[in-house]
């Protein structure tokens, strides 16, 4: 059964391809990228991996300076989004306002010399844990704003971000909230560095998509928030919908703890889940904004399920852009798959040169204009979690 649509008014972007969400769109559409060096950090690895990480200074956080890098991340893109919706703090009270992040560094990893010293058997001093603690990310944005509805953070890998919208777009449907603050935010740290640099799926060249000579990921850091509202809600504002929420699907196999199944059966659950719950087939897609990490794993069991499920699609990955967010990828790129429909075009995939025979096709590799008025976006993540949302200019295509 088809569920109602549920509005998108207002989106915001913080990566390291740009400061807002116009800003990183502008500047993928020119192609131009650059990873380098982690510098928040240093490590004792032979090579060194490149990452997208932010260097320009965030916006203060008000009374609250304590708050962590993640954060800090996710209220920079919620005042982006909430401006974008023409909600300040006096249109959101009387409003049953939700929020619900996806995180999964969630800023728990940067107390190293608090843990070294408990290691040791000292007696360190417990604000790190009180300042952590404060910095969940959900909570923290319910306090700066003053918001008193439902507060949940989603830890679900990859996903999260993805998830985190599929969760908030059931608290409208449902009549729990008027306005939901739904995204995810993450940043770079030492321990996921190291930890996926163990994995031996990081490149130490720009990461390619879907490329015969991918060879892994270049981690990032950002976050991506939408403003979903009720049909309710925006009349009584009078305002107009940017867009739509139009399905969801989540599911997940189990199948190994980092690897992909290799048919990709929760991933092609999960589209389908999406897909009938928007009410639309495969030739009504404009696009599909893939998870496309430049793994040599996962960029093959994805290309063979978009090959399956949407032959005529074009797709693309805005990883190559933005790194690997981890738990905000999703959400960034929901943000971003929304901004390719309202103007009409995707960016090129930047790193692809060369169809890998095992996948047999490739994303795009210009700015490529595209028709229709729905999208998808998908996330494949650790554990076997698989997750998508289908976005639309419109409540019915």
């Known amino acids: 059964m088809r569920r109602v649509a549920v509005a998108i008014s207002g989106s915001g972007c913080v990566c390291a391809a740009g400061m807002g969400l116009d800003a990183a769109f502008k500047a993928m559409l020119t192609g131009v990228r650059n990873p380098q060096p982690p510098q928040a950090f240093s490590t004792t690895h032979a090579d060194t991996y490149p990452v997208f990480e932010i260097c320009t200074p965030l916006p203060a956080p008000g009374t609250d300076a304590e708050l962590l890098r993640t954060t800090r991340l996710a209220l920079s893109a919620a005042m982006e989004a909430l401006a974008n919706a023409h909600l300040g703090r006096e249109q959101l009270r009387g409003l049953k306002v939700g929020v619900c992040i996806g995180t999964t560094v969630g800023s728990a990893m940067n107390n190293e010399e608090f843990y070294r010293d408990f290691r040791h058997g000292k007696a360190p001093n417990m604000s790190p844990i009180e300042r952590y603690l404060r910095s969940n990310p959900a909570a923290a944005l319910a306090r700066h704003y003053e918001l008193d509805g439902p507060c949940q953070v989603v830890v679900n890998a990859c996903s999260s971000g993805t998830d985190a919208i599929g969760l908030g777009a059931q608290w409208i449907r449902s009549g729990v909230c008027d306005v939901v603050l739904a995204g995810g935010a993450d940043e770079l740290c030492r321990t996921t560095y190291n930890g996926f640099s163990s994995l031996m799926i990081t490149d130490t060249k720009a990461c390619r998509p879907f490329d015969v000579s991918r060879r892994g990921l270049n981690l990032g850091e950002g976050a991506g928030l939408l403003v979903l509202e009720s049909a309710a809600s925006l009349k009584r504002r009078g305002q107009q919908a940017r867009g739509y929420v139009l399905g969801y699907g989540n599911a997940m196999d189990a199948h190994h703890l980092t690897a992909p199944h290799p048919q990709g059966r929760s991933l092609q659950v999960a589209l389908k889940y999406a897909m009938a719950e928007a009410g639309i087939g495969a030739q009504e897609l404009a696009f599909i904004n893939a998870h496309g990490t430049g793994t040599p794993d996962n960029d093959k069991v994805e290309a063979q399920v978009l090959a399956a499920l949407f032959p005529q699609v074009p797709f693309a990955s805005t990883k190559c852009y933005t790194g690997h967010t981890l738990g905000a990828a999703g959400a ?24 890998d025979p095992e996948l047999g096709r490739g994303p795009v590799t210009t700015v490529t204009p595209v028709r229709g008025r729905a999208a998808l976006s998908e996330s494949l993540a650790f554990g076997g979690n698989n997750a998508a949302v289908v976005l639309g200019l419109e409540e019915t295509v």
């Open 332 to 355: 960034i790129e929901a943000a971003l798959t929304l901004q390719a429909l309202e103007q009409g075009q995707i960016p090129a995939s930047a790193g692809f040169t060369e169809i």
